[in-house]
Every structure is written in C-alpha cells, then in structure tokens.
C-alpha cells in the first residue's frame, strides 16, 4: 500500500510529497511531486491516499476490517450527507473495507480511516447517480486516486509548521471560535422533518431563542459567537432579537439569502426551492444567481440590522474548499469579502447509532491540522470549520450528546496544546433539542477559561487576520 509523506522545505516555502518506498533514489519527476500554490498557517497535516475507483469525496475505510457509512456526492456540491430513509437524493450506503491506516505526516499523523464529509450544512444539492460502481455527479466528473491526491495537496500541501511560525507568546496562542449557522435544519427538532428545505430561514421561536442564550453565555465568559445568517430570515416580522446580539458586539456573517451551493452548475442546482420553482431563477446564468444570492443577504442586513455583514461562509463545507472554484473566489473578492468559511475536512464517523470508538475520536482530532486558515492564490483566506459538526455528529452519526463531546473536548484540547485555531461548527436549530442545558458552549467556554494565557474565545475575524499576519 502507497504511503505519503509531506516534508517541509521550509526556505522555499513549499512541500515535498515523497513515496517512501522511492525515496532517495527516484528521479525527479517519478514518484515524486512538488507543490507551490496557496499557503496555510499553523500546522501541516500528512496526505492520505484514496483507494482507487471512488468518486471525490468519498473515501474508504482502511481501518482493519470496519464497517463504515459513506454518503452519495451531491450533484451540486461534491460534499456528502445522507438524507432520511426513503428520499431519493443522498441515501447513505454501508461497505466494508479491509486494510491498515499508516500514513504519517510531520505535525499530525492522518490515518486511512473512513473519512465522509458530516458536514451539517449540505443540504440542498441536487441528486446525484452511479455509474459503472464508481459515484459520478451530474458535473460529470470521476476522481481516481491521482486526481484525489493531487486535490488533497493542493490543499494541504504548502501547509506551515508551528515551528517556523513567530515564537511570541501571542502567535502560540490557541484561538478557539463558536460560530453558529442561523438556519433550519432538516431532521430537527423530529427525524421527519425535511420541509426546512425549502424553508432555511423561517426560524422557529426555539432556534432563536436558543441563539440568543448562548450569545449571553458566551458573552457572560469574555467571549462572543460568530453567527451567519441566512438573508431569508430578514423576511420575519421581528428581528429585534438578531439586533440585541449585534448590540452585544457579537459579529454577524453572509451565509447567502436562500442557502445556495456555490458550487451548483445549473441555476435550479443551487437550492432545493428552486428546483421545486424554477421560475424564481429562469433565464439566469448559475454565476448571477449565487451573485445575487450574496447581494440580496447583504442589502437585508444592512437595512434590518444597519450594518455590513462581518466575514461570508459558503452553505455546506467543501473537503477542497473553493480550490476547484477560482471563480467563486473571484466573485466574492469582487463583492468586498476579504476571507471566506468554505472549507470542512474530512474525517471519520461512524454508522447511524454506533458508539464512536477511541479510532474515530482520533481521526477527528488527526482533522483538526486540516482545518487551519490559508489563503488561496487569488488572495482570498479561508478559515475552515473545524470537524465534527453538530450535525455530522447528531443527524450523520446519530450520537448521543456525550459522544459530541467527548468529541469537542479532545479536538479543543489538541487545539490548545498546539497553539492553533478551532472553529465550532453549530447549528441552533440543532443544538437546542439535542443540547437543551447548552453544556457544547459551557464546555469550550470552560476549555478555554481553563487553558488561561494559552488560549482566547474570538471570532473568525482574528483567525483570518492571525493567517494574514503569518
């Protein structure tokens, strides 16, 4: 089995990605590549090879013997999430690999485990179909294993070593975000709910005053929580209580009016209200739907909430960012953002109702070094989610709450230990009837507060800026 290995060629600024079993002795050229691009803060991660003949974004387990769930690629997105039984899109299947995880990399080792991108906010790319036994989107595209690795290392591969990062006590720092997605979400507060669909911004009375709490929570621990808003909310007769949280100084980001996939080909694509009414979006190319999509949000907060939104987050996270997508990138500089929330790596999870075990729990903190803010050639910064979501953990793996966080407390503390960033992930139209008591925000509160120097509660804002300091 092929293993990879990412050493640092700290002054050229670039990574060398070496097949060991050639190493020393192979030509340029020939088994061995190396990558410039786009360059990430913090910390590296090692390079884990896809088994041969699966689509982007779907990796296999290579654990011994383990039973894994993998999800279908979304036609609009290449992001995965398993829908309710019985729906037609994105159904969830189960294969049993076997083989050994020993991959390696210089700061975190990244095992060959079943990686699935639980990332909570997929929610609106259209069907996709097989083809062949290899999963193919209706972009047409297939990833083999030299299309994967050659993705994955446009993402990891010009990673910086904590080592070679500024020394001062304030660059060691860990900085750890709560940021919170203001939307519905399918299969809560009740598995049958899937309407939320088409309906992401008609918040309920319990996500916001679940929102609301926890920004007071937060607050109360010196902290603030980075929401992201989706424009349809501004559509509700009373947005005083969105007012009383920016008067608390808790930042506000773009998460697109109707919650569209930037990554959607066709205009009907970039959200599930459109393919149901298709007029809302004819005769518009699939670039101005998204454009106006962003613009639309941005011109309600400003006349809802009288300001400009802080930061934009694409809906649903994409395991190569918007590497693939210059042009979103482009679009979004264009439109004023300085730095995106695009990205969510892969990890592993487990079946529907499954106790994680100790192997899962590490491959989500092994993700943790994925999960730092880069910029992208283009300038753009991204500053990514860091795995596991609420909803990969409560709707994909179907855990209970200690398992999320058991979950969030290692990733946390791994954060902490290496001086990086940490970006929650949630939802509180998820959170408020899995976590009634908020113990996910008391806990990275308390995590925080008991790291003390090492470590501070800030918004994405910081963690982009400390990327454009590096």
């Not at 899109?89 to 076997?98: D, I, L, M, P």
């Not at 990891?156 to 006590?169: G, R």
């Not at 860990?174 to 709910?193: G, K, Q, Y």
């Amino acid at each position: 089995m092929s293993e990879f290995l990412i050493r640092d060629l700290r002054h050229c600024r670039r990574l060398e990605i070496v097949n060991p079993d050639k190493l020393g002795n192979c030509p340029a050229g020939i088994g061995r590549t190396t990558s410039g691009g786009d360059s990430r803060c913090d910390v590296c991660s090692g390079l884990f090879p896809l088994t041969p003949a699966h689509s982007l974004g779907e990796m296999v387990n290579q654990a011994p013997w383990r039973t894994i769930q993998t999800s279908r690629v979304s036609s609009a997105r290449g992001a995965l999430f398993p829908l309710p039984e019985g729906e037609s899109q994105g159904e969830g299947k189960r294969t049993t690999y076997s083989g050994q995880a020993n991959c390696t990399g210089p700061t975190a080792e990244v095992s060959q485990m079943a990686m699935t991108n639980d990332e909570a906010q997929n929610e609106q790319a259209g069907p996709s179909e097989l083809s062949g036994g290899v999963r193919t989107s209706h972009f047409g595209f297939r990833s083999s294993r030299r299309k994967f690795v050659a993705t994955a290392a446009l993402g990891i591969a010009s990673l910086t070593l904590p080592a070679a990062a500024p020394q001062d006590s304030s660059a060691r720092r860990a900085l750890i975000a709560v940021t919170f997605d203001l939307e519905m979400a399918r299969n809560f507060p009740r598995w049958e709910d899937t309407h939320w669909d088409y309906e992401k911004g008609n918040l309920n009375e319990e996500t916001k005053r679940y929102a609301v709490e926890a920004g007071r929570r937060v607050k109360a621990h010196g902290g603030v929580i980075h929401y992201f808003v989706v424009g349809r909310v501004f559509e509700q007769e009373n947005v005083d209580w969105l007012k009383r949280l920016v008067e608390d100084g808790h930042p506000v980001g773009n998460h697109t009016y109707d919650h569209v996939n930037l990554k959607a080909t066709k205009p009907e694509e970039t959200q599930f209200r459109f393919q149901r009414a298709p007029w809302l979006v004819a005769d518009k190319s699939v670039e101005r739907v998204i454009r106006e999509n962003i613009e639309l949000c941005s011109a309600a907060m400003k006349q809802r909430l009288g300001i400009a939104p802080a930061g934009f987050r694409t809906p649903g996270g994409f395991q190569n960012g918007l590497h693939d997508v210059p042009s979103v990138q482009r679009l979004l500089l264009d439109l004023g953002f300085k730095w995106v929330s695009a990205t969510y790596p892969v990890h592993p999870n487990t079946q529907p109702g499954e106790v994680p075990a100790n192997e899962v729990f590490d491959g989500i903190v092994r993700a943790q070094a994925a999960a730092q803010p880069f910029a992208y050639p283009s300038g753009l910064i991204d500053v990514p989610m860091s795995p596991i979501s609420d909803v990969g953990a409560f709707r994909n793996g179907r855990w209970k709450l200690e398992h999320f966080l058991e979950a969030l407390r290692r990733a946390v503390a791994w954060a902490v230990e290496h001086g990086v960033c940490f970006d929650l992930l949630a939802h509180p139209a998820v959170l408020y009837p899995m976590d009634p008591e908020f113990r996910v925000i008391e806990l990275v509160c308390e995590l925080v507060k008991r790291a003390g120097a090492r470590a501070r509660l800030v918004s994405l804002e910081e963690l982009a800026r400390r990327c454009v300091a590096r």
